[in-house]
């Protein structure tokens, strides 16, 4: 099919846990990249997700049940982003890659991550010795869905094995395979067997993508071609290298770090990242200066403005917001306004209208939101006043926040939906989104939400790193 991404020749973004984010991506794709992957995403997490089409961001968002942003991104990369995936069910697989085909350019998988979490579940280089597996859920891929698949091994103890799985996998119509030249055992930190992936690269027609030289072998541009000829690959695949400073994808040769960092740190409050993962980034890129003035205000940030202010970047920060907040004072059509008429009952600012408990995912709901957005803005907490009327014992709420006064002239059955109604009142009166399912303009505040599941992210990202500073679910 016109258009297919092609692996022959490139020079890729391999794929890194918690790295390969949306504005790592971006800036790689900027400095020279051909291929860019995102980090492996867990099937059974995606399963859940539901696609969000995020106007105010203009990016296309997979968002889990507790509003996390699992995979973000946009048009800008979609004819070069590849999904990686963690899996070892066939039908599954497929629901994922379904789910996202659309949206990105091709569709991988980890077979090569020898961390506990995921081999216990059969996924990354458990499959190695599952060959019947790994043929399962790469025909079932290739045969479901339009985007080329593609995987990503490390090499078996004997070069026999590793080639007849290589071979069987080509058979599965795949359009390329990443070789990390290391065995499962083998640590980051241990020389990459390029006589192995050369082997591979021989043994195969289609594509092979050499993956493991950063250490030792990539310091510059100009040795990404000395890997090539050392695996007789035509592809090469960089995942520390370019963590380290994406600029390595430059054929001009790399940029100053600082220059990079902020270039990062653009796409970063462009693209509304989380800060605790641009933090990551930039911790990653800081490497042993990270304990300078400059790492220590990065590493003490818990905000995106903080990281900002960080590299002097303050006005850049307003003004991004800016941007942002127009863009979604924009989307609020004025059919949505119409729908929504405002009146004043005294003092009082008043809409007709009901809270639909449907209309609203499980675990949230707009007092929620209200709150959060009050506790954003540094007010008091919003007040509720409830009033029970004796003729059908229905119910209406008055909310108060800042000393201005919400509510909804319909009343309710209950205390609580009154209470939600009014929410809602001052919520849409002031242009605040309120969390309803499919609203697009409402994927905005699911991300600040996100901020608020910070403590458990950081708790998180604090377990899965192991000694070597790698992470549980990456590694491969
Ligand atoms: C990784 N790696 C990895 N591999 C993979 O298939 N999926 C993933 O999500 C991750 N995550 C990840 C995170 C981080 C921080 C690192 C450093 C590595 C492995 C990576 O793609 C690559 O195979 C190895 O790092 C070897 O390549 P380099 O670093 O020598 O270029």
Redesign the pocket.
Known sequence: MAGRLSFANITAL???????TLPMRLLALDYGADVV?C??LIDIKMVQCHRVENEVLQTVDFVAPDDRVMFRTCEKEKQKVVF?M?TADPERALTVARLVEKDVAAI?V?M??PKEYSTKGGM?AALLSDPDKVEAILRKLVGGVSVPVTC?IRILPSLEDTLSLARRIEKTGVAAI?V?G?FKEER?RHP?HCDYIGAVARAVAIPVIA?????DL?KTHGDIRAFKEATGSTSV???????WNPSIFRSAGPLPLHDVMIQYLKYALRYDNHAFNSKYCLC?MLRDKVESVLGKRVQAAQTNRELSDAYGLEDLFKETQKQLEARRDALLSPEWRQDNVITMDGDVTTMALKFQRREYPPQLTPKMFLLEWSRRQKMEQPTYQTVQRAQDRAFQSTVTVEDRKYRSSLWEKSKKFAEQASAVVCLRSLGIPEGRVGAETDAWPQKRKMEDNRDAEEKRKKQTVDADG??E????
């Open positions: 391999a794929p890194m846990v918690r790295v390969g992957y980090e492996e990686q963690g991988d980890n090569g991550c990354g990503k990443a990390h290391r980051p990459v993956n493991g030289g950063s250490l990539v695949m960089l995942a520390r290298a370019a963590m990653q790698e992470p679910t990456g590694g491969l």
